[in-house]
C-alpha cells in the first residue's frame, strides 16, 4: 500500500503545486487533495491518510480546529499546518492542537 498525504487548502495553486512537488520528488506517494474540512473528512474516511498538510486558514472552520478533531478521531495520523502566520500565538495553537509540525508558506 502506497503511503498516502492529504493536502487540505482552499488555494488550487497552493495544492496543486504541493502536490506536483510531491509527485515528482516522491513518487511513491498517492497524494490527494481536500479544500475545506467537510471535504477533509470526507477524504479521511475514504483513504486514511497517513499525513495531512493543512492550511491553518480555511473556509468554515479554522485548521487549528480540524487539526484537533481529526487528533481526537484519529490520532495516528500526523498533521502539519501549512502558515503565512509565523506570529508565536499561532505556533502555540498549532502544537497545542497537535500538531505534529508548522510550515511556513513564505
Known sequence: MKPNILIVDDNSLVRETTRSYLESKFPALEVNE???????????????????????RLPGENGLKLTRKIKELYPQIVVVIFTSYDMPEYLNAAFENRTAFVLSKS
Open 34 to 56: 481536500a479544500i475545506d474540512g467537510n471535504d477533509a473528512f470526507n477524504q479521511i474516511r475514504e483513504r486514511l491518510p497517513d499525513l495531512i498538510m493543512m492550511d491553518i
